[in-house]
């Protein structure tokens, strides 16, 4: 079974800025995927990153990216020069690469991320 | 563009009423799936779909079935709906193609469902 935690339920950064998000992860599985998705007031989730468990290299997109450190089994989102509108809940979920689970994301239970101006 | 619907974006049921979500994308994914989200619990996996027609239970399937049988079109049903499902419900889809675990879901604008 797979378990994220996020600690931070809630986070204020200012305008422009960088802010880090947390995530921890705990599996048995050899290999699986790591994401983070973005979730304004209006509900819908958007995807923002993907990490490999096998990638050398942490992922990046656009102003996200991904500080994957293995041995400590974190997953941590790094925002760079926050905008107003990266105020939302994000959430970190993994999967694994195989086997009958490998359908089923778990997330964690999400952080409040508000963009002061 | 992945395109995802679902049928209402708010509803309103009673007690004991029986309650079709609909959820319908344009991509000819093999792959759907329902969630729900609770303040302070993340989102749950209650079912998901990898064919028409076949169908397996997430984290919490209780009080809930669904159905699909057309690939476009996948329905999570409230046999008799109670006030604990009261909740938001996000239907999502992903392609199966490339490998599991690699590719990202796609999710629709969520329904929030109050049963009073």
């Known amino acids: 079974a797979q378990k994220i935690t996020q600690t931070q339920p809630g986070m204020f950064v200012q305008e422009k800025e960088a802010v880090t998000l947390d995530c921890t992860y705990d599996?048995?599985?050899?290999?699986?995927?790591l994401f983070w998705y973005k979730q304004p007031s209006s509900g819908e989730m958007i995807f923002l990153i993907y990490?490999?468990?096998?990638?050398?290299q942490n992922a990046t997109e656009g102003r996200y990216s991904l500080n994957f450190q293995k041995a400590r089994k974190s997953a941590n989102l790094v925002i760079s020069a926050s905008q107003l509108g990266d105020s939302a809940m994000y959430f970190c979920?993994?999967?694994?690469?195989?086997?009958?689970?490998?359908?089923?994301?778990?997330f964690g239970k999400g952080t409040k991320l508000s963009v002061i101006p | 563009d992945v395109k995802v619907t679902q049928s209402s974006r708010y509803l309103v049921k009673r007690t004991g009423e029986k309650v079709f979500l609909e959820c319908v994308q344009d991509?000819?994914?093999?792959?759907m799936f329902w969630y729900r989200q609770d303040p302070g619990l993340g989102l749950r996996l209650i079912y998901f779909?990898?064919?028409?027609?076949?169908?397996e239970k997430g984290d919490i399937p209780e009080g809930y079935s669904v159905s699909r049988e057309k690939k476009e079109r996948f329905s999570l049903i409230l046999e008799s709906a109670s006030t604990n499902q009261t909740s938001m419900y996000l239907c999502?889809?992903?392609?199966?193609?490339?490998?599991?675990?690699?590719?990202?879901?796609?999710f629709g604008p969520g329904t929030r469902l109050t049963v009073t």
């Open positions: 979920a993994m999967r694994p690469h195989s086997g009958a689970g490998s359908y089923q994301l778990t």
């Open positions: 599996t048995s599985d050899p290999s699986y995927g």
């Open positions: 990490q490999g468990s096998y990638d050398q």
């Open positions: 991509m000819d994914h093999e792959n």
């Open positions: 779909s990898y064919d028409v027609k076949m169908k």
């Open positions: 999502a889809t992903e392609s199966s193609a490339g490998g599991a675990g690699s590719y990202e879901q796609y």
